[in-house]
């Protein structure tokens, strides 16, 4: 008798297959860039962004299916917030070819250490640092500080803000959006909610700043 084909598991076994052939292929970038060929900076921060974008997609996916199977657990772990956002400010770099400036801002209220699954933070994150490497103008803020029990993590930009309707809409859903980070949003949701102490569970924050920026705030408890 032949064994149904569960269309599922193969799905997200071939979505860690594209994974790994993207790895590859932005380890050719950084060999190509290197070899620093004059004018081909741009070219290079674009086939990076464009391989960085298809891989917070597929990471996406497969925490999702995750989710919806029951079987998503982070992996909770003590984790400086300085350290953590110095790394990703140095990733989101590798992207902008110095188009955007990237900074980060440690309020003096950040603890030296928090306990959270690095790795799904760090997508979720850099999710938002996709967005904002979209819209921005010239500027795009990472900052983290502790707030009552929640560390609280920023991706600012000085782009234009958040359109009114998806400032307004709920983020426990995936949603289509011509803006587009729909789906990205709810990933993030996800992976907040996820982390939980006690009573207090994560969450996903959206804000226009008083100069028009869009804010994307992470908590975790």
């Known amino acids: 008798m032949t064994t149904p084909l569960d269309l599922n598991a193969l ?26 060929c004059p004018g081909t900076e741009q070219q290079i ?3 990076r962004f464009a391989c960085s974008r ?5 990471t996406e996916m497969l925490v999702l299916y995750k989710l919806d199977g029951g079987h998503l657990h982070p992996s909770i772990a003590a984790h400086s917030p300085a350290d ?13 070819a110095g188009r955007i400036e990237i900074c980060i801002q440690l309020e003096t209220t950040a603890p030296d250490f928090w306990f959270f699954d690095r790795d799904l933070i760090e997508s979720a994150l ?19 500080e502790q707030s009552g029990e929640y560390l609280i993590f920023r ?18 859903a995936p949603r289509v959006s011509n803006q587009g980070g729909g789906l990205g949003l709810f990933f993030a949701h ?5 982390h939980q102490n ?4 994560g969450k996903v924050q959206l804000e226009n700043t008083t100069s028009g920026g869009a804010a994307f705030i992470l908590y975790l408890p």
């Open 155 to 172: 991706v600012i930009d000085d782009g234009a803000g958040y359109p009114a309707d998806l400032l307004q809409a709920p983020l426990n």
């Open 45 to 47: 921060a674009g086939a």
């Open 198 to 201: 006690k009573d207090r569970s």
């Open 126 to 144: 850099m999710n938002a640092v996709h967005n904002a490497l979209s819209h921005a103008r010239s500027r795009i803020l990472l900052t983290t």
């Open 54 to 58: 298809i891989v917070d997609r597929l």
């Open 84 to 96: 953590f956002l110095e790394d990703l400010m140095l990733s989101a770099n590798n992207l902008t």
């Open 11 to 36: 799905a997200a076994s071939s979505i860690h297959e594209v994974k790994n052939l993207l790895g590859q292929l932005t380890l050719s970038l950084e060999e190509i860039a290197q070899i620093q």
């Open 190 to 194: 996800s992976v907040a909610r996820a």
